[in-house]
T-cell receptor, first 117, second 115 residues
Framework: GAVVSQHPSRVICKSGTSVKIECRSL??????MFWYRQFPKKSLMLMATSNEGSKATYEQGVEKDKFLINHASLTLSTLTVTSAHPEDSSFYIC?????????????FGPGTRLTVL | AQTVTQSQPEMSVQEAETVTLSCTYD???????LFWYKQPPSRQMILVIRQEAYKQQNATENRFSVNFQKAAKSFSLKISDSQLGDTAMYFC????????????FGSGTQLTVLP
């Protein structure tokens, strides 16, 4: 079964509103979560690394005030798209490594499709 | 910084035939991991196969196998006996062996299996 869940799976919002996406690890404690953005027929682009109990690390070019990340517990990381605009419409995916596995496998959430009108 | 290159944006193969997807990468690291992920229309990322760089033996998972050429920094995926369910976007990915565990993805290859 799924080990990482994302909620919501789809969201449509009006321009200017904020949207929160949740990523939960179901079977293990996730001290690190990664947030990706994927445009249609394109690759996954890492946006930020979320660390439990500390500030997220953002990739170059990603606005930290626009994409707020909170990792307040060992099983939940949230990405909030603030004052969303149509260009923020995309597919957002989270992933996390299972620290109990030595094979460096990442587990991916099912993704969230954001549409900003 | 690491880069991953997939030079085949689209490929097609007849059902039951064999197809090879190409991937090259660039890194100065000596220890790392390589992966092939599959993303079907559902958009869920699915691990197909992984390879540890320190292992010379090519990884195999049922119908999926890799040709890992460390010196050439090449990591191709061979799919044997292709099935309609193999139709998906395939991403090659690189991970350093350090604690960061970040994945760097290639641009992807859209594979279509034809009946």
């Amino acid at each position: 079964g799924a080990v990482v869940s994302q909620h919501p799976s789809r969201v449509i919002c009006k321009s200017g509103t904020s949207v929160k996406i949740e990523c939960r690890s179901l079977d293990f404690q996730a001290t690190t979560m990664f947030w990706y953005r994927q445009f249609p027929k394109k690759s996954l682009m890492l946006m930020a690394t979320s660390n439990e109990g500390s500030k997220a690390t953002y990739e170059q070019g990603v606005e930290k005030d626009k994409f707020l990340i909170n990792h307040a517990s060992l099983t939940l990381s949230t990405l909030t798209v603030t004052s969303a605009h149509p260009e923020d419409s995309s597919f957002y995916i989270c992933s996390t490594p299972n620290p109990g596995l030595a094979r460096n496998e990442q587990f991916f959430g099912p993704g969230t499709r954001l549409t900003v009108l | 910084a690491q880069t991953v290159t997939q030079s085949q944006p689209e490929m097609s193969v007849q059902e039951a035939e064999t197809v090879t997807l190409s991937c090259t990468y660039d890194t100065s690291e000596n220890n790392y991991y390589l992966f092939w992920y599959k993303q079907p229309p559902s958009r869920q990322m699915i691990l197909v196969i992984r390879q540890e760089a320190y292992k010379q033996q090519n990884a195999t998972e049922n119908r999926f196998s890799v040709n890992f050429q460390k010196a050439a920094k090449s990591f191709s995926l061979k799919i044997s006996d292709s099935q309609l369910g193999d139709t998906a976007m395939y991403f090659c990915a690189f991970m350093t062996s350090g604690s960061a565990r970040q994945l760097t993805f290639g641009s992807g290859t859209q594979l279509t299996v034809l009946p």
